[in-house]
């Protein structure tokens, strides 16, 4: 295989923007997260990949559970706040304002125009990045917006 051309492929995936949240006992952790697909009707599954060697990974294993939210149109700001680890100040997660949701108790945040409430059911850990394959058990639609895709940005992760 030719890895140039492997990669100019792969670059020509399209991804949607979206922040993952979670929380297990005290810690949260927040991440901005680009490989994601819905994968089954019945049950409603969806897969997020996440690199096996972040922080969230291993609060994301803990938790059990994880908020997925989508990045609209136009918000790489919003998108480029969860390049970080999350630091978390006054009912906000670098600096973006959120609530706990009471039933789940994750970190939602309130800016979004929609998320998902997800339960993980299973991680293959294959490669550099785990995919965790969850059952969407609540859905929240807030506003009608089209989401900030990754080709968009400039920014490339792919390849």
């Known amino acids: ?16 923007m979206f922040v993952c949240t979670t929380k297990s006992h005290d810690e ?11 994968c089954s009707f019945k049950p409603p599954l969806l897969t997020v990949a996440i690199k096996a060697d972040t922080k969230i990974y ?3 294993k803990a938790a059990g559970r994880f908020a997925l939210h989508v990045v609209p149109a136009g918000e790489k700001k919003l998108a480029s706040r969860f390049f970080r680890p999350a ?3 006054e009912s906000r997660i670098n600096g ?3 609530t706990m949701d009471n039933e789940y108790d994750l970190p939602i ?3 979004t125009p929609a998320h998902l409430i997800c339960e993980i059911k299973r991680i293959p850990e294959i490669g550099d990045h785990h995919l965790f394959i969850a059952e ?13 895709l ?6 490339r992760y792919s390849g």
């Open 28 to 38: 949260i952790a927040a991440s901005t997260v680009t490989w994601v697909t819905q």
């Open 87 to 89: 630091t978390v100040e």
């Open 109 to 111: 945040l309130d800016s």
């Open 1 to 16: 295989m030719d890895a140039a051309d492997s990669k100019k492929v792969l670059k020509m995936i399209p991804y949607g």
């Open 136 to 148: 969407i058990v609540d859905a929240v639609f807030r506003k009608e917006m089209e989401s900030l």
């Open 96 to 98: 973006v304002p959120f």
């Open 150 to 155: 990754l080709q968009d940005t400039g920014w």
């Open 58 to 60: 291993d609060i994301l």
